[in-house]
RNA sequence: CGGGGUGUGGCUCAGUUUGGUAGAGCGUCUGCUUCGGGAGCAGAAGGUCGCAGGUUCAAAUCCUGUCACUCCGACCA
């Protein structure tokens, strides 16, 4: 595979921002847009979102969980019920305060997350034991006033889900937390091909108001890490703010313990970052808004080709996302390496040659491999493959995560290691904001979370030289 | 929000130092020939030089302001 195909892409080694941007714009994910922060993302990126919705929002009605809608305004008297939360969106939030010409009487705040709406019509909604547990999805928009921003990644506005729950105990409310978090990380890894860590956050990265912020962390192509998903045990905070009570069977008044938890369009950034080559795009079939393209080679025989094309696409449009490209105006190797750039799985060839042998050739885009595929095995060997595309791209990633991890006791060794090679350091660390901050400002990485699967190892902390046996995944991360 | 960079046809950029008729390549359009890894020939269209002021006989070029994008920090999904 010569990268010279590929002309408009700047190369992922040589400018790996540079390279994320083109990729979208040259595979018309997204485009800017004239409003400062915010894009525009095109129909080939909304298709990958509605594709992801769809797999999210399966998984989430599997596990009992109902959408719903709120305001976009919050009135600003309600967003400040709960102090810590407020503290932590106030320099973000954006402001309505006219109607038309008419000051507002009271500004309205456009969310930056619903929390304070959704708990104000909860405190309504539930009264007794019998009311529980409520398992509520919201997918909207979100504004956040970001300082700078980097499409997908960091928007002004952005698309996500937000699940919001509320439970008669606080091991209940620990127990959706981790569900939903698993919901996360399976949809990552199994749909996205996106290995990830599953861990706890440090209390100085938690979500603003929350009792504990779970999290599942992706590594990117360039070595940083990307906060791909959260999850929020809020235990009573909001309740209590937000007086939302309960009569139990023993007769008592209660607040109930709640959760929330999200994801974002960011994911979509993580696919190209984590995924993508030289070439473009590569995207997991599962999401792939095609999943198989046609192209096919006319040579001297238009009709004949062209004829079987059609045939090919009818038979397989009802089983797999295909698209035909019969465009007249751009020869073959254009089209591989236009549809290479917008990250297509497979590609099926059909010519004159393989009509007489009664066969398609199908190339992948992960490999670059090229097989042929007798007519009568087309649609068994485009679903085998297409799963193994799926597979070989997480085995891909989670090697790439997997070398990236080091582990190292001697902060000095840590600095050079987060300053030339980046990736997850693992490390002891004593469970101190102070030595947690420390790291920050001496490195510029910060505590990526509190893994789940370690066991646990005596050592000393990385700062502090304290003893601890808690082993940490420190990154630079987006 | 602090520091650097950039803004010129659809795209990538030259021209700015030293003010004097707005350029190239790619793409687009039309026609013919092509088609198994970015085709060839012939012809054509397309730009108030990010925006607003100012200096000047004259501004893409000089000055002031402003906006957007981008990189590095701080803040955040």
């Not at 008419?102 to 708990?119: K, V």
């Not at 209390?203 to 504990?212: I, P, R, T, V, W």
Request: include cysteine; charge should be neutral; proline fraction near 4%.
């Amino acid at each position: 595979m010569d990268n010279d195909f590929v002309k408009e892409i700047t190369p992922k080694s040589q400018d790996f921002s540079q390279w994320y941007v083109d990729v979208i714009l040259k595979a018309e994910l997204a485009d800017y847009s004239p409003v400062r922060g915010c894009m525009v993302i095109r129909p080939y990126g909304y298709t990958l979102w509605e594709n992801m919705q769809q797999l999210l929002d399966r998984r989430f009605k599997a596990t009992g969980h109902k959408n719903a809608y709120f305001p976009l305004f919050i009135p600003e008297s309600l967003l400040q019920k709960e102090a810590e939360h407020v503290e932590g969106f106030a320099p973000e939030v954006a402001w309505v305060t006219h109607g038309g010409k008419e000051l507002l009487a009271e500004r309205l705040a456009i969310r930056p997350t619903s929390e304070t709406i959704i708990c104000n019509m909860y405190s309504k909604w539930i009264k007794s034991w019998r009311d529980l547990p409520v398992l509520i999805n919201q997918w909207c928009n979100v504004v956040r006033w970001e300082k700078s921003t980097k499409p997908f990644l960091r928007t002004a506005e952005f698309l996500w889900q937000e699940g919001h729950t509320a439970h008669k105990s606080e091991e209940e409310a620990e127990e959706e937390t981790l569900r939903m978090l698993e919901v996360y990380r399976d949809f990552a890894e199994a749909d996205l091909s996106l290995p990830v860590i599953k861990g706890r956050k440090s209390d100085n990265e938690k979500f603003a108001g929350a009792l504990k912020t779970y999290t599942i962390e992706a590594l990117m192509g360039d070595g940083r890490a990307l906060q791909a998903g959260t999850s929020h045990n809020l235990g009573q905070h909001f309740s209590k703010a937000y007086d939302i009570t309960y009569l139990d069977k023993d007769g008592q008044l209660k607040h109930v313990w709640q959760t929330s938890w999200g994801v974002t369009t960011r994911l979509i950034g993580a696919i190209i970052m984590v995924h993508g080559d030289d070439r473009g795009l590569k995207l997991p079939p599962n999401i792939a808004p095609i999943q198989t393209v046609i192209v096919p080679i006319f040579g001297k025989q238009t009709e004949l080709v062209l004829n079987k094309a059609r045939e090919l696409f009818s038979y397989l449009k009802d089983e797999i996302r295909v698209e035909l490209d019969d465009r007249d105006e751009y020869t073959p190797g254009w089209k591989f390496n236009n549809w290479e750039m917008k990250g297509v799985p497979l590609r099926l060839e059909i010519g004159p040659k393989d009509i007489q042998k009664r066969q398609v050739v199908l190339v992948r885009r992960d490999t670059g491999k090229k097989t042929a595929v007798s007519e009568s095995e087309l649609l068994p060997s485009l679903k085998v493959l297409l799963g193994d595309i799926q597979q070989n791209m997480f085995k891909q990633a989670k090697n790439f995560m997997q070398e990236n991890i080091r582990q190292v006791n001697d902060f000095e060794d840590f600095k050079q290691l987060i300053d030339k090679k980046r990736g997850f350091i693992k490390a002891h660390w004593c469970g101190s904001s102070e030595c947690e901050r420390y790291v920050k400002e001496q490195t510029g990485a910060t505590l990526r979370c509190i893994p789940f699967c370690e066991e646990k190892v005596p050592g000393k902390c990385l700062v502090c030289n304290k003893e601890s046996d808690t082993v940490v995944y420190f990154a630079k991360s987006y």
